[in-house]
DNA sequence: CCTACCGATCGGTAGG
DNA sequence: CCTACCGATCGGTAGG
């Protein structure tokens, strides 16, 4: 019966790169260690190692994990995500709630990783350096078509508006876990209001409700 | 002649400092191993190991010799610095002209040692806390200051301005690291100069020159 | 400051 | 998926 035994190895599979993503988010992926994940799940090294083949394509695979989480938390798996202003609010909101949520004990993934990886040239490097381009993107493009649509000025730097929004998500993050300071959700909102509010046409604000954000 | 052996040794351990807070910039504080630097050091593992006594004390010593570097080059030592808005801006552009420098190769030191730490209880953790802690309260008390003297509008809430300002350049220093963008540094000066403004009187603004930073 | 060493752990392999 | 092992490197020590 070698489709059972297919998918329990995913299943498997799965239930390491749950924990993978844990451990990664506070030790980082070279504290991401193959016999300390291995004891975490009650395997040997060697079985564990053996799903993966090199502590690389482990690295790589605990990426797309929560990448793939982030896309359906954050992205709403891409399905019915508003364009323009909205959608920048909403993309905004979405990573708030979910790292409120504290789904990863060491906060955002990415967060933790990018300043392991950046000095650190490699495949690895690389994904993260497109996954979060990607992220960076998706803001940007919500602003350009927020502004192609008349909701924003025309004189506004979609560019610059996503650098402010994703300056503030990742303060938060960095306040949250450095200080434990709650409040820094709260006043990444309440920046990034302020931020879209700036770049919003007059007849556009006097349309909207003014508090869209949480 | 015991006075030039300990001028000696305080020479060795300077050296061996510089060295290793460029390392633990680019490999991070557990990254920095005391055989590599020992190495890098054309010194033995034990020689090193002797000036330290740990590899937390390594740690510690690490972190105040990068404070140290970062109070002389973005504070000043705290001798000019001027107050209030003049001291905001002035504050922002030291810091980004600082990150240009590349003193570092992993960029902000602090920024790439904030996120391995965050997770790590113990007196590493609780050091670059309380240096970031006072970073972010420089930042607060020139807000504060500039809004008992009337620079800035009486509602503007100080630790709000600070979190801003933060934010943007955390956010330059992310850009250039991980995605080499060299922009990064005048989009942080353009969105501080939005956020000091938003919070400058009428009068004030009209009595000061609008490109204070960069 | 050195050589020489310690036990522990790393990523990875052999063989089953 | 396992046991048993490899060479390399870790932080740290002994003794000089």
Redesign the interface.
Same mark, same amino acid.
């Given at each position: 019966m070698p489709r059972r035994t297919d998918s329990q190895t995913t299943l498997l599979r799965q239930a390491i790169l749950v924990r993978a993503v844990d451990v990664a988010s506070? &030790?980082?992926l &070279?504290?991401l260690t193959i016999g300390r994940l291995a004891t975490a799940l009650s395997m040997s090294k060697s079985g564990l190692f053996a799903h993966f083949g090199s502590k690389q394509e482990l690295q790589l695979a605990v990426i797309e994990a929560a990448a793939e989480t982030f896309r359906r938390e954050v992205m709403q798996d891409g399905g019915a995500l508003p364009g323009g202003r909205a959608g920048l609010v909403h993309l905004s909101s979405a990573w708030l709630r979910y790292m409120e949520k504290g789904l990863f004990?060491?906060?955002c993934f990415f967060?933790?990783v990018?300043?392991?990886v950046?000095?650190r040239p490699g495949p690895v490097r690389d994904r993260?350096?497109e996954l979060?381009?990607s992220w960076l993107e998706a803001l940007e493009d919500s602003a350009a078509q927020a502004r192609e649509s008349g909701e924003f000025a025309a004189e506004t730097d979609p560019?610059?508006v996503a650098? &402010?929004i994703?300056?503030?998500l990742? &303060?938060a993050n960095?306040?949250f876990?450095?200080?434990g300071d709650g409040a820094?959700f709260r006043?990444?909102a309440?920046?990034i209001r302020?931020t879209v509010d700036?770049a919003t046409t007059p007849a556009t604000a006097a349309a909207t409700l003014p508090d869209h954000v949480r």
């Open positions: 506070v &030790e980082g &070279e504290g004990r060491g906060g967060a933790a990018c300043s392991e950046d000095d993260v350096v979060t381009r560019a610059q650098f &402010e994703h300056a503030f990742q &303060e960095r306040s876990q450095l200080h820094a006043r990444a309440r920046a302020q700036a």
